[in-house]
């Protein structure tokens, strides 16, 4: 009896995780147009001290590998196994050219509110409860360091 329980609540949460998903990808479907460059300004010191004191270290990238690959691929370009699936590509942290044009703190938000809390795609989760505030800074810097770039 136990067994079939455990099975039957297995069966319901496959079923759960695969509406998730479909509900991502059968959002409304439009084109995704990048926002316009933002004007370069002087990097805020607190958000630079907060960089520096949050390197990225093994448990940055075990976690990025972790949480992230699913979407945005092992190497970041976006290129994940759940990225055919939804309906806004992944961001790809390889490129610098749209990435330099973001401060550090709306990577932080990104991470910590989710894409939808932001104004981006739907299907970013918000992971704040799930990862401190230093853990999501070392993030941003890891985002940094596969972008080869810096912020506005």
């Not at 520096?52 to 448990?59: D, L, R, W, Y």
């Not at 509110?113 to 070392?138: H, Q, V, Y």
């Amino acid at each position: 009896m136990k067994k079939l329980k455990n099975s039957i609540l297995q069966i319901i949460l496959a079923i759960i995780v695969i509406l998730a998903l479909y509900a991502c990808g059968q959002s409304q479907k439009e084109e995704h147009t990048p926002s316009p460059p933002i004007t370069k300004a002087p990097p805020e010191p607190i958000i630079q001290e907060k960089l520096v004191s949050h390197p990225v270290t093994k448990k940055t990238r075990q976690t990025y590998q972790w949480y992230c690959t699913q979407c945005h691929g092992v190497k970041g370009k976006g290129d994940g196994i759940n990225s055919p699936h939804v309906t806004v590509p992944p961001r790809n942290h390889t490129k610098a050219s749209y990435l330099e044009t973001r401060s550090d703190q709306e990577l932080f938000d990104a991470i910590s509110e989710g894409g939808l809390k932001i104004g981006r795609a739907p299907c970013m989760p918000s992971w704040g409860n799930t990862f401190d505030k230093e853990t999501i800074w070392s993030l941003v810097r890891y985002i940094r360091e596969l972008c080869k770039c810096e912020a506005v």
